[in-house]
């Protein structure tokens, strides 16, 4: 009982890590309310973070706030599962056959660096000016880097786990759900962080290239109408909403990681 108060009187040390973050923060925040307050640049370009707050305030007690949101992120979940799917898939074939490799994954790597808003007037050919659009290009953003990091995970299943499965006779299939699935799981997860970000950002051009609703269709309309407190919220409101969705992937990946055996 002694040894559990003394426990319990002892002062918690702060977290390094979390003091960086909040000291990072905070310093960002400084900054910017210095440069806002000094004068330097036109205030109305720079307004206070007082402003930006009022503004999203005011914002998200419209209803139209929520159907453009609502808009964005279903375009961008439609998106993620479109192109992480079919990148799962791709990476798995080219992870597995190395023939297969060695005839596409250089265009891979070619496809993953160019900019996908240059293909955005052939998918508003093919797919038109609606929401389609919008999620074929955030599917197509996000489609490489998942079928490049689901290839270079298939390559690093551990080799002794794939001849223990040769060893029992499992057919493809078999092999596919109780070896191949089950060692790509955290990769996978990890890999949709990323195509997170690049979906939301091929959705978000597509919305400010040409729609009529959604959280890039607010964005432009604050700018158009130089309301930039607005415009500034509306990207306060995107950032939280990538972030709580990069949050909850990279607890799922924490979840999904290698477990150790008790000592």
């Known amino acids: 009982m002694a040894v559990a108060a003394l426990t319990l009187g002892k002062p918690r040390r702060l977290d390094p890590v979390l003091a960086l973050r909040v000291g990072a923060l905070l310093l960002l925040w400084a900054v910017w309310e210095a440069v806002a307050a000094s004068g330097l640049i036109y205030r109305g370009v720079i307004p206070s973070s007082l402003a930006i707050l009022g503004a999203a305030a005011g914002m998200i007690r419209t209803p139209q706030f929520w159907t453009d949101c609502a808009v964005t992120v279903g375009e961008v979940v439609a998106a993620t599962v479109l192109g992480g799917v079919l990148g799962t898939v791709a990476g798995i074939a080219v992870g597995s056959s190395r023939l297969l490799a060695e005839a596409v994954e250089q265009y891979l790597h070619y496809l993953a660096a160019t900019p996908k808003v240059v293909f955005l007037p052939v998918i508003m050919v093919l797919a038109g000016v609606?929401?389609?659009?919008?999620m074929v290009l955030g599917a197509l953003s996000c489609f490489f880097p998942m079928a490049i990091s689901i290839a270079v995970a298939v390559r690093?299943?551990?080799?002794?786990?794939?001849?223990?499965?040769r060893s029992l006779r499992l057919s493809p299939s078999q092999r596919l759900r109780a070896i191949v699935l089950p060692s790509l799981l955290g990769p996978a997860l990890t890999g949709l962080r990323l195509a997170l970000g690049v979906a939301t950002v091929g959705c978000l051009v597509s919305e400010l290239k040409l729609a009529n609703s959604g959280l890039g269709f607010e964005a432009i309309q604050a700018y158009d109408h130089f309301d930039v407190p607005a415009m500034y919220a509306v990207i306060l409101v995107i950032f939280a909403l990538v972030a709580s969705g990069n949050a909850a992937l990279a607890a799922l990946a924490r979840l999904a990681g290698p477990r150790r055996l008790p000592a």
Do not use: A, F, N
């Open 156 to 165: 690093r299943i551990d080799p002794v786990l794939l001849r223990l499965g």
């Open 130 to 134: 609606g929401p389609e659009s919008k």
